[in-house]
C-alpha cells in the first residue's frame, strides 16, 4: 500500500492567493482527517469526514477554509485567500474504523509545508 | 486547562535507558489513548494505543494508563538513539499533546 499521498509537498505563495492542498487516502479507510501544526499551537484538527461526508468542521479556523471530499478517494483543502499567518505543515490522515468512543488509529500522509509571503 | 499536556522536554537519556514519557488529560470521559512518533520534519506515525487502565506491551515500548489519575505513560526500554523523536499523545477526541522531544545519547 502506497500510504497517505499528499500533494503538494512543498507550496510557496503570496498573501490573497488560493491555495489548494490535495490527499489520497489509504484505499479502504473509512475516516479521513485534515490537521495543521505549528510550532506554537501544535497538530489542530481542522475537519474530519467519515464515507466522505464532513462530520466535524469545528477546527476550521475561518470561512477562508473549505474542504471537500467528493469521492472515497480523493479529498481537497482549500484556503482562500491565503495569509501568512497560515504558514505551517498541513497533514492529512486517514483511518480504517473508529469513532469518539475507540478513538482512531490514523495514518499520517508526509505533509503539505505551506508558507505564505 | 489544556485538554492534553505534555512536557514539552527535551528529555535526554543514554543509550540503554529507560525512557519515560507521561501525558495528562482534563477529561474524564476519554477511554482511548494513543502515542505517536514525529522525527523531525516527518509527518506523526502511530506507535501505541491503549483502551485499558494498566499495562500494554509492544516489544520494547510500554504503555500504562491510569484513568483515575488522568494520565497515561509510554516507557521506552533500551533507548536507542534512534528513537530520538517527538512523541505525542492523543485521545479519542482528535486532541493531541504539543509533544515530548526525547533526545538518546550514544
Known amino acids: 500500500d502506497a500510504g497517505v499521498i499528499q500533494s503538494p509537498r512543498h507550496e510557496v505563495t503570496e498573501m490573497g492567493q488560493e491555495v489548494t492542498l490535495r490527499c489520497k487516502p489509504i484505499s479502504g479507510h473509512d475516516y479521513l482527517f485534515w490537521y495543521r501544526q505549528t510550532m506554537m499551537r501544535g497538530l489542530e484538527l481542522l475537519i474530519y469526514f467519515n464515507n466522505n461526508v464532513p462530520i466535524d468542521d469545528s477546527g476550521m479556523p475561518e470561512d477562508r477554509f473549505s474542504a471537500k471530499m467528493p469521492n472515497a478517494s480523493f479529498s481537497t483543502l482549500k484556503i482562500q485567500p491565503s495569509e501568512p499567518r497560515d504558514s505551517a505543515v498541513y497533514f492529512c490522515?486517514?483511518?480504517?474504523?473508529?469513532?469518539?468512543?475507540?478513538?482512531?488509529?490514523?495514518?499520517f500522509g508526509p505533509g503539505t509545508r505551506l508558507t505564505v509571503t | 486547562q489544556k485538554e492534553v499536556e505534555q512536557n514539552s522536554g527535551p528529555l535526554s537519556v543514554p543509550e540503554g535507558a529507560i525512557a519515560s514519557l507521561n501525558c495528562t488529560y482534563s477529561?474524564?470521559?476519554?477511554?482511548?489513548f494513543f502515542w505517536y512518533r514525529q522525527y523531525s520534519g516527518k509527518s506523526p506515525e502511530l506507535i501505541m494505543f491503549?483502551?485499558?487502565?494498566g499495562d500494554k506491551e509492544d516489544g520494547r515500548f510500554t504503555a500504562q494508563l491510569n484513568k483515575a489519575s488522568q494520565y497515561v505513560s509510554l516507557l521506552i526500554r533500551d533507548s536507542q538513539p534512534s528513537d530520538s523523536a517527538t512523541y505525542l499523545c492523543?485521545?479519542?477526541?482528535?486532541?493531541f499533546g504539543t509533544g515530548t522531544r526525547l533526545l538518546v545519547s550514544p
Open positions: 477529561d474524564r470521559g476519554s477511554q482511548s
Open positions: 490522515a486517514s483511518s480504517p474504523s473508529g469513532g469518539v468512543q475507540t478513538g482512531y488509529e490514523q495514518y
Open positions: 491503549i483502551y485499558s487502565n
Open positions: 492523543g485521545f479519542q477526541k482528535l486532541v
